[in-house]
């Protein structure tokens, strides 16, 4: 593969919904180009695309892929992802590193909530989008349906650019709007007339292009007014002007299964798609936070952003990155501005599915992967120590889900850490908690598919066996009224012996989420100071675990005002032990009280949904604190919701929404659970002591 400047490169992620077929079509771009010698099978993990063992096993893209193309003097760097909303993290990695996208759609099934999440995506994204309509070889495909589906959606800046021709109820070719020919399946590279029966319908959409062509430029509207017809320059001129702003999105249509509309997709994407050269700047940091632009050109310092990591049991770590500026040589020294490190660039490669390619450089907008960083991760930024700079970190979506993961055998609870460890470099949507209180190791990730696919690799590649279970509600407990006890401890067993006497009050602080607050009021040395310390620590010990549950207390404050001591026998480990016997007497009678973790929660959904979710927040014991539409048109429902039932709202919510909802939830506060859940969580805690 020869090397490609900025102006030759088009990055294009290529996204939809999960099943629209967008492996395929990139598999079929791959086979149409002879860049491959067969057709895989996503299934059996033989495709260029989705070739990892995963992959195979479910039959869908879990990551994101690379497959470079190079087509009439261009290089196409494709940037496959998945469409299952539990990779969604994959699908913005695709997005940050496209400069394009293409948005691929089923003709049978459709725009689902995955079509809408990249039409989303690429909007916020501010990267032109085109759409193309796949599976037009399917018995129950339905076109027209299709069409109006994404125009109602998507406003009337999607315009139809390719229109199927139907022969006793079968697609066997299609038209090109633009060109006004038609390309029959049969007789794939032979343009012929357009069909009679459909010459109205071109007309009339190539009238709506026109028109829309038309509004790109001052120029072509008063031609376009005069009545004169654009020649072909001119198009050429309005459609690049009206893609790169947004006014249109083109809409193609073929079968990636038949090969069908390969070479035109290819073509409108070198045609009408920006490269990275055209940007002309990118904004990045300089080392006192200030925005700066760096041209997109070979002439400017290098830079380059890593924007995926693959831990290689045989090569070592991979760092995928994308050159922002300038030039990457191989064999060269870069510095990481986030890591304030030297790194030494050996080997660089261009990806293509699981190949590796070795190049001498990377140009500007191109795409490709260096071996053994030492130090460098994903969202880091390599560049010259002369103009140091760093790209805004990759924002992925926030895992909500949690298991708790136990080893099978104790031999693998070190295996597991550095398993988990390696995968969370590979994979940013993936959080993994070793929760000291409850002493549990929780994994928390995007969906239910994504959790089995981290267990999957722990045991396929790690050779770790876990077991899960859902991870306990830290509860807590409180005080609401006031008690006071004597904690008398006395040992005698031959010799000196140990004496602590303390008496104690306990009563509600001043803050109800806070540590125990200790105060002393002791008169006439009745207990020497030597002995307030530990007394105090034993106090803190015991609140470690509450008089009903045994959860950690919470909002007390704790009084020493009196007690005794032994000259000889008084030790700190005895007052110690009667400050523990002082709160075990006191405590149950300070009317104990349980507190619940509530969480805000923030749902981000379609308006259509927002009676089902406010009335799940209710059976929920939720409370909505507010609901306004964001830039989307969506509605963001806020609610405070006790966290224990969130446990599983991950999938619940997406089967509510169809998969269009999202959400995120944090620690709000503490507050006191009702009788009958109170009472079912004291009960569970016992019966576990």
């Not at 549990?440 to 077991?467: M, N, P, T």
């Not at 409180?478 to 602590?500: L, P």
């Not at 008089?547 to 005794?564: C, E, H, R």
Request: proline share 4%.
């Amino acid at each position: 593969m020869k090397d490609y400047r900025a102006n030759e490169v088009r990055n294009v992620v290529v996204m939809g919904h999960s099943g629209a077929g967008k492996s395929a079509l990139i598999e079929s771009v791959l086979y149409y180009n002879k860049q491959i010698d067969r057709f895989g099978k996503a299934t059996d993990g033989t495709t260029a695309v989705d070739f990892d063992v995963e992959e195979g096993k479910r039959g869908i893209s879990v990551y994101c892929h690379l497959s470079p193309v190079e087509w009439k003097s261009c290089k196409i760097n494709f940037i496959d992802t998945p469409g299952y909303r539990d990779y969604e993290g994959e699908e913005d990695t695709g997005v940050v590193m496209g400069d394009n996208a293409l948005i691929v759609v089923s003709a049978k099934d459709g725009v689902e909530a995955g079509t809408e999440r990249a039409w989303k995506k690429a909007s916020h994204a501010g990267i032109p989008s085109i759409f193309f309509i796949n599976k037009l070889d399917d018995e129950n495909a339905d076109f027209s349906k299709v069409i109006e589906e994404l125009r109602e959606k998507f406003g009337k800046s999607v315009f139809l650019f390719e229109l199927p021709i139907i022969e006793d109820r079968k697609v066997v070719g299609s038209v090109n709007i633009l060109r006004r020919k038609a390309w029959y399946y049969d007789k794939p590279n032979e343009p012929q007339e357009v069909p009679a029966a459909i010459e109205g319908k071109v007309e009339d959409y190539y009238a709506e292009i026109a028109e829309a062509i038309a509004m790109t430029d001052d120029d072509l509207m008063e031609k376009f007014f005069s009545g004169e017809q654009f020649d072909e320059h001119e198009i050429a001129k309005g459609l690049r002007i009206g893609v790169r702003n947004g006014d249109i999105h083109p809409v193609y249509c073929g079968s990636a299964a038949k090969q069908t509309g390969i070479s035109r997709l290819l073509d409108l994407i070198t045609e009408f798609f920006p490269s990275y050269a055209e940007k002309g700047r990118v904004q990045a940091l300089n080392t006192k936070g200030q925005t700066i632009d760096m041209e997109t050109n070979e002439d400017e310092a290098l830079s380059a952003f890593v924007f995926k990591t693959i831990v290689d049991p045989f090569v070592g770590k991979i760092s995928y990155l994308k050159v922002m500026s300038g030039v990457l040589n191989s064999d060269s020294q870069v510095y990481n501005s986030k890591k304030d490190v030297t790194e030494k660039v050996g080997q660089i490669y261009v990806i293509n599915g699981k190949y590796q390619i070795g190049v001498g450089k990377l140009f500007t907008g191109d795409i490709g992967a260096v071996v053994k960083l030492q130090s460098t991760d994903t969202n880091d930024t390599l560049c010259t120590r002369s103009r140091v700079v760093r790209y805004p970190d990759i924002q992925y979506p926030a895992p909500m889900l949690g298991y708790a993961v136990r080893p099978k055998t104790k031999a693998d609870e070190d295996k597991m850490s550095v398993a988990i460890r390696n995968m969370m470099q590979e994979d940013k949507t993936l959080r993994f908690v070793n929760n000291d209180e409850t002493h549990e190791q929780v994994i928390y990730g995007v969906g239910d598919q994504h959790i089995d696919l981290v267990l999957s690799k722990l045991k396929a590649k790690y050779k770790v066996d876990v077991e899960t279970f859902t991870p306990t509600i830290q509860y807590r407990e409180t005080i609401r009224g006031k008690a006071e006890a004597q904690g008398r401890y006395k040992k005698q067993n031959g010799g000196a012996g140990q004496y602590g006497d303390v008496w104690v009050r306990f009563e509600p602080s001043g803050n109800p989420d806070g540590e125990m607050e200790f105060a002393e009021e002791v008169v006439g040395g009745a207990v020497p100071k030597q002995f307030f310390p530990p007394t105090e620590a034993g106090l803190r010990e015991c609140m470690k675990k509450g008089p009903l549950a045994g959860f950690k207390v919470v909002g007390v404050k704790a009084t020493l005002y009196d007690g005794s001591y032994h000259p000889v026998d008084s030790k700190e480990v005895a007052f110690k032990e009667a400050a523990r016997l002082a709160y075990n007497a006191a405590m149950p009678k300070a009317k104990p009280v349980l507190l619940e973790p509530i969480g805000r929660v923030v749902v981000t959904a379609p308006e259509e949904y927002t009676g089902t979710i406010m009335g799940d927040f209710t059976k929920r014991r939720g409370l909505i604190v507010d609901m306004s539409p964001n830039e989307d048109g969506d509605q963001v429902i806020q609610a405070d919701v006790p966290m224990a039932e969130m446990m599983t709202y991950a999938n619940e919510l997406r089967a509510m929404t169809q998969g269009r909802g999202s959400y995120v939830a944090e620690f709000s506060r503490y507050q006191a659970a009702p009788k009958e859940i109170a009472d079912k969580v004291i009960e569970e805690a016992k019966a576990k002591q």
